[in-house]
């Protein structure tokens, strides 16, 4: 019998002087019994020989993975158990939620970059922004009180350059522009015709004043009116020419600096050493408007204004947030370089409590 048929009709085991194996089914044939197939072929010589010889030879060629393949080890976490596989994931997830609970307890006790703390000063500002529409005289004065100055309601924030003072000046001179001249001859004067006269310049004087309170009613006016009146109200507030009487100077360094100087009587000219003095400061010619604290406080009331703007209607606003963005790291420049140079002072401390910042305003990287 042909090799080849003895090894598939044989039910059970088939002898031979190289190997002494069980014999499997025709389709598991070529895998677990290759090299007994290889061995005898050299000796027959069949159809059927040939055709196991082409088929050993040939079968790796169409493989996609290499020949000792299945003889690699496995690498890495695949001799590992599944159990200690588990452990490690959760141990690594514990420590991820745990770092992720950290760096959130960091950044609020860091505070926020953008916004500020609710400060008297920011509260100036944003009721400077949105300004409740003040009601008119006639309804909260009285006739009497229309024709005192003094006693006229204003709004809280004016606009178009007008103070207080003025306004209330104005309303008076034009109140005694247009009140009725008494009669001089009281024996021809009509008393009933002089109340009907101060009545009626009374409600056209309240008409006026009321016209005059919708003029010059900050929230009436525009983006730009509102943004001058709060870059105003923050020089007002840390200008160097209103503060420097308030606030203490820096504190000196502790590195002492010693000249030479030749004093008047040494004619022979020898140079005598003495301890440095600092010159005279120059007093201010005008308003402080370019110092650090100053423009840190005109930024913030921008930065507000963004802000409240990319939260409302402008989501989607992308030019606005790169300005947004832009603005918050030059206010961080500053404030380091206010801290730097007031060495952590009286000023420093100032700017920082009036306007509410964090330290997340000016410490590390921003990112937005």
Known sequence: MPLSVSLISQPRTTSSKYCNQPTLPFIEFYTKASQVVRCHLSDVRSPVASFFQFFLTTRHQFSTSS??????????????????????????????????????????????????????????????????????PSSSASETSLSIADDIPLPPHLNHYITPAEFRESVEYSRRLTEPVPSQDRSLADPVIEAESAKLHADRHRTAVAAMVRIADLSRGSTQDRKRVQIQHCIDTFGRHNTDSKLAPRPASSITTTTTTATTDDFDGNVEAGTASLPTKIPRAGPDTGSSEVQIAVLTAKIRGLDRHLNGRGKMDKVNKRNLRLLVHKRQKLLKYLRRSERGGERWQYVMQTLGLSDAAWKGEISM
């Open 67 to 136: 020949t000792n393949h299945a003889r690699e080890k496995p690498r890495g976490n695949e001799y590992r158990h599944p159990y200690l596989l588990a452990q490690a994931r959760q141990r690594k997830a514990a420590n991820v939620a745990r770092q992720a609970t950290l760096q959130k307890e960091r950044n609020a006790l860091l505070g926020d970059p953008v916004r500020s703390k609710p400060t008297p000063f920011i509260k100036m500002l944003d009721g400077r922004h949105r300004n409740r529409r003040s009601t008119s």
